[in-house]
C-alpha cells in the first residue's frame, strides 16, 4: 500500500517544487489570499489548473478519457493512458466505483467480459487482476500458436513424405544433338 501524506503536507510537497512561472504564480496566489496556511489540495489543484491549463484544453482532455480504448495497446499501456488522462475527468473519477466503470468500459470487449463478472474491492485490485487476465491470454496464445506450428509443420512433413514416395525414377537419357548437314550458310 502506498503512502499517503495528509492533505495540507501535499500542497507543502508540491509547492516546494514550483519554480520559474509556477513558482511567481504560487507566490501571488498566497499573497491574495486570506489564510494561506488554510489552503486546502482541492482547492490548490482546482487554482493550479484554472491558471495554467486552458478550460478548452481540459474540456479536450476530458472528452479524451471519455472516449479512451484499449485498441491494440496492452493493459499496462492502457492503464497508464487511463491515469494520465483521468486527472482531467476528475468528475468521472471521483470516486472508487466510478473509476471501476471508466476502466473496465475501455477494455477491450473480450477482457470486459471476463472483468465485468467479477466485483473487485477497489480499483488497484481491478487493474491487477486484469493486468494478471492479458498476461495468462497472451501466454496461452502463445501456446496454442506453438501447437498450431509443430502440427503444421508435421503434416507438411506428412505431405512431403507421400509426394516422394509417388514420384516414379526416371532414366537419365541425354538430349540429342542435331547436326547441320552443310555448311553453315547464312
Do not use: C
Not at 36 to 57: D, L, S
Not at 124 to 131: P, S
Request: charged share 30%; glycine share 4%; no cysteine.
Amino acid at each position: 500500500m502506498q503512502y499517503e501524506p495528509p492533505k495540507k503536507k501535499k500542497v507543502i510537497l508540491a509547492t516546494h517544487q514550483l519554480v520559474g512561472a509556477t513558482g511567481e504564480w504560487w507566490e501571488n496566489y498566497q499573497d491574495a489570499v486570506n489564510e494561506p496556511e488554510a489552503i486546502t489540495w482541492q482547492e490548490f489543484m482546482e487554482e493550479f489548473r484554472e491558471y495554467h491549463i486552458p478550460e478548452g484544453i481540459m474540456e479536450i482532455k476530458a472528452e479524451e478519457f471519455r472516449s479512451l480504448r484499449q485498441g491494440p495497446m496492452t493493459v499496462n499501456q492502457y492503464i497508464m493512458k487511463f491515469m494520465k488522462l483521468a486527472q482531467y475527468a476528475s468528475e468521472d473519477v471521483n470516486s472508487d466505483k466510478k473509476k471501476q466503470r471508466s476502466f473496465r468500459r475501455g477494455l477491450n470487449a473480450s477482457l470486459r467480459e471476463q472483468m465485468v463478472t467479477h466485483i473487485y474491492l477497489d480499483f488497484n485490485t481491478l487493474i491487477n487482476r486484469t493486468i494478471l487476465l492479458e498476461e495468462e491470454r497472451v501466454r496461452g496464445e502463445g501456446e496454442r500458436k506453438r501447437k498450431f506450428l509443430i502440427q503444421h509443420a508435421r503434416q507438411q512433413e506428412r505431405t512431403q513424405r507421400v509426394r516422394t514416395n509417388n514420384i516414379v525414377p526416371t532414366r537419365y537419357q541425354p538430349t540429342m544433338q542435331y547436326r547441320s548437314s552443310g555448311p553453315n550458310t547464312s
